[in-house]
């Protein structure tokens, strides 16, 4: 069966700094992957996906994440992180094959001025 | 505006009294999906819908039914509410299979 592992249940960074949110799957098939973001209150909105191609995937709000297929891993990245960047992040993998998406347990990252 | 609605956004209800939450989308989308979320535990798939009539199981089916009569609607019945059905309810749907999934905003249901 399919698993995500989201290590960081919790992050917090200074405004301006750098962000990795960790992503880690457990599949043997080729997977599709996505990263989603809610805000409090919110649904969740996709920032960015990976199908095929090009490893290294540019989204919305200026995330960016890598597919590495060697470590199984999607990390997501944002070079400075805004106040409104405040939020909670979820890694979701799916399989070519069958209809299923699972998700993490996502990280949620807050910001400190 | 292209979405996914649910109805009711809020729901505080007692042991046993059924109830449905609806789910609607307007972007012609043949899948349809209901999560539910819990703190430290993510989103879970309830059921799923690849299209009408078409339903399936997803990781946590027990105590809630589904039916997809058409395109559009993806109701989820919980015939006998218990609280450990307490939790942030999610519809969403996708054009097909593989594809990003849209949300609706949720229905956060509490039974006492």
């Known amino acids: 069966a399919q698993s995500v592992t989201q290590p960081d249940i919790h992050i917090t960074v200074s405004e301006g700094a750098s962000l990795e949110l960790r992503c880690n799957y457990s599949?043997?098939?080729?997977?599709?992957l996505f990263w989603y973001v809610q805000s409090p209150g919110q649904g969740l909105q996709l920032l960015l996906k990976?199908?095929?191609?090009?490893?290294l995937v540019q989204g919305i709000k200026g995330f960016e994440a890598e597919f590495k297929r060697s470590q199984s891993s999607f990390n997501l990245r944002k070079p400075s992180v805004h106040w409104s960047d405040a939020a909670e992040y979820f890694c979701?993998?799916?399989?070519?094959?069958?209809?299923?998406?699972?998700f993490g347990t996502g990280t949620r990252l807050t910001i400190i001025p | 505006e292209a979405q996914v609605t649910q109805n009711p956004r809020y729901l505080i209800t007692v042991t046993g009294k059924k109830l449905t939450v609806t789910c609607s989308q307007n972007?012609?989308?043949?899948?349809m999906s209901w999560y539910r979320q819990d703190p430290g535990l993510g989103l879970r798939q309830i059921y799923y819908?690849?299209?009408?009539?078409?339903?399936d199981k997803g990781d946590v089916p027990e105590g809630y039914k589904v039916s997809r009569k058409e395109k559009r609607n993806f109701p989820l019945i919980l015939e006998s509410p218990s609280p450990n059905q307490t939790s942030l309810y999610f519809c969403?749907?996708?054009?097909?299979?593989?594809?990003?999934?849209?949300f609706g905003p949720g229905t956060r249901l509490t039974v006492l």
């Open positions: 969403a749907s996708s054009p097909g299979r593989y594809n990003e999934q849209f």
């Open positions: 972007m012609n989308h043949e899948y």
């Open positions: 819908s690849m299209n009408v009539e078409v339903t």
């Open positions: 979701a993998v799916g399989n070519f094959g069958n209809e299923k998406l699972t």
């Open positions: 599949y043997g098939a080729t997977p599709y």
């Open positions: 990976y199908f095929s191609g090009d490893t």
